[in-house]
């Protein structure tokens, strides 16, 4: 049994959403155009499961948060789909996939074969046991990446109220869920190796702006030292965590967020894989001309600092997305893809952006008071490669943006930019 489709879009997460409304943009006939996904719903912006999905009073729920609103755009509902032709195979997970073929292979036992095929696989949780502690399978341990973990979360939550909860990984997901357990009126706890939360981006000042926050609300960090067993009642339910500096947590809820891996291994040995994904040009294509790939398992070259990147975050995932779109239907028109990273998070009544690379020498301006914003600076070689602005209104943050993607020379010394602040930015 098989089907044959021009377009194959294989997972049905961000990207897939993003990539669908540029395909119908651009025209694609019924029956072109498929996507497979193992997920048993139609793409959705993923970022909700943390933050409005965990919420006590009105939580969010499909289809509210199909994509594509986060980018104010349609939304994409199974009518949608149906209407516009799009074959959407759901709750079916792909198996195997012949490159040199051009074919896929279901859970189901269908074949699928395509002209073109555009990986959208996304990433998984990296899992406890890959840390050498066993018990992710216990029903109050929580990680959280599709619907379904959410669903399990929320529930857990439910049950919890008042109770203790251990937030493993002081990432977003960590930061995020533990802003949510608070909501929800449950004691957490965060338990991290590093000296400071978002360790990958924020710096320990901006770091103790939120840390304070979130000590204010109750929230206890156990900082540099890691998870080392479980402790379970007789239901093989986790009543406590033991961690590596001899402290002894009680736990009812457990949520896990320490890392993901992009879902690659279809491909390991016929496509070529870089910094753990597979690597694309600037045209999101891979080392196999009929396939693209995007999104969390793309490692893409980033033009503004000549560099391959993999990046796992919702902005990518949707300009990514359309860019390979584009690329596969007006090759001739496309050019290179020129992204600018921007990253994001909400918690409480924070809200941050980020854009470019955090690397170099770092100033901090503004006081984070009365509603004021503050921010901060990277600069490497003399120029400006990185902004973060907390608290910024939509025009101040398409300013940081738009002034790094610029990668202004920096001439004046680091003293006066901190002073200059976000007038800096408005000059660039
Ligand atoms: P995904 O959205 O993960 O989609 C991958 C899809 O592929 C899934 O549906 C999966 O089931 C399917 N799939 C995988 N393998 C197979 C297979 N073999 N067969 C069939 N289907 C398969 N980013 C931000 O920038 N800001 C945020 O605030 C933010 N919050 C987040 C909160 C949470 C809880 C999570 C989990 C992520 C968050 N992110 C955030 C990251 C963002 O959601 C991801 O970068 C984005 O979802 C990546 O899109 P993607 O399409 O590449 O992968």
């Known amino acids: 049994?098989?089907?044959?489709?021009?377009?194959?879009?294989?997972?049905?997460?961000?990207?897939?959403?993003?990539?669908?409304?540029?395909?119908?943009?651009?025209?694609?006939?019924?029956?072109?155009?498929?996507?497979?996904?193992?997920?048993?719903?139609?793409?959705?912006?993923?970022?909700?499961?943390?933050?409005?999905?965990?919420?006590?009073?009105?939580?969010?729920?499909?289809?509210?948060?199909?994509?594509?609103?986060?980018?104010?755009?349609?939304?994409?509902?199974?009518?949608?789909?149906k209407d516009h032709g799009i074959e959407l195979v759901l709750g079916t997970r792909v198996k195997s996939v012949d490159v040199r073929r051009k074919t896929l292979l279901s859970s189901t036992g269908e074949t699928i074969s395509y002209k073109f095929l555009i990986i959208a696989t996304g990433a998984r949780p990296l899992?406890?046991?890959?840390?050498?502690?066993?018990g992710s399978d216990a029903e109050n341990v929580c990680y959280l990446r599709d619907l379904a973990d959410a669903n399990r979360l929320a529930t857990v939550i439910q049950s919890s109220s008042n109770g203790n909860a251990v937030v493993i990984g002081g990432g977003y997901i960590g930061m995020e869920c533990a802003a949510s357990l608070v909501i929800n009126k449950i004691n957490v706890t965060m338990v991290f190796p590093e000296a400071h939360c978002m360790a990958r981006l924020f710096t320990p000042k901006i770091a103790s702006l939120y840390e304070d926050y979130y000590r204010a609300k109750g929230v206890k960090f156990v900082k540099g030292t890691v998870l080392t067993s479980f402790e379970f009642d007789s239901n093989k339910k986790v009543t406590a965590v033991n961690l590596k500096d001899g402290s002894h947590l009680p736990a009812d809820l457990v949520v896990v967020g320490i890392g993901i891996r992009p879902n690659t291994s279809l491909f390991e040995g016929q496509?070529?894989?870089?910094?753990?994904?597979?690597?694309?040009?600037?045209?999101?294509?891979?080392?196999?001309?009929?396939?693209?790939?995007?999104?969390?398992?793309?490692?893409?070259?980033?033009?503004?600092?000549?560099?391959?990147?993999?990046?796992?975050?919702?902005d990518s995932a949707r300009k990514s997305a359309r860019h390979a779109v584009s690329a596969i239907m007006d090759p001739i028109k496309t050019g290179e893809f020129d992204y600018l990273p921007f990253f994001?998070?909400?918690?409480?009544?924070?809200?941050?952006?980020?854009?470019?690379?955090?690397?170099?020498?770092?100033?901090?301006?503004?006081?984070?008071?009365?509603?004021?914003?503050?921010?901060?600076?990277?600069?490497?070689?003399?120029?400006?490669?990185?902004?973060?602005?907390?608290?910024?209104?939509?025009?101040?943050?398409?300013?940081?943006?738009?002034?790094?993607?610029?990668?202004?020379a920096v001439t004046i010394d680091l003293e006066e930019l901190e002073r200059e602040g976000l007038g800096f930015a408005h000059t660039v």
């Open 1 to 81: 049994m098989g089907r044959a489709f021009v377009y194959v879009i294989l997972g049905g997460g961000v990207a897939a959403g993003y990539a669908a409304l540029e395909f119908t943009r651009r025209g694609v006939s019924d029956g072109e155009l498929c996507i497979i996904s193992e997920e048993p719903v139609a793409p959705y912006e993923r970022p909700a499961l943390s933050k409005g999905f965990l919420l006590p009073e009105a939580p969010a729920r499909l289809p509210s948060f199909h994509t594509c609103v986060g980018a104010n755009d349609e939304k994409l509902t199974p009518k949608w789909y």
């Open 127 to 134: 899992k406890l046991e890959e840390f050498g502690v066993e």
């Open 271 to 314: 496509l070529t894989i870089e910094k753990g994904g597979i690597k694309v040009n600037s045209r999101m294509q891979s080392s196999d001309s009929s396939v693209y790939a995007i999104g969390d398992v793309a490692t893409f070259p980033v033009k503004l600092f000549g560099e391959m990147r993999r990046l796992e975050h919702v």
């Open 344 to 408: 994001y998070s909400r918690v409480f009544a924070f809200s941050w952006q980020f854009y470019g690379d955090p690397t170099g020498d770092v100033v901090h301006f503004g006081e984070y008071e009365d509603g004021k914003s503050f921010g901060a600076y990277w600069i490497k070689k003399g120029h400006l490669v990185g902004s973060f602005l907390e608290g910024g209104t939509k025009e101040e943050y398409e300013t940081i943006s738009k002034a790094t993607q610029l990668k202004p």
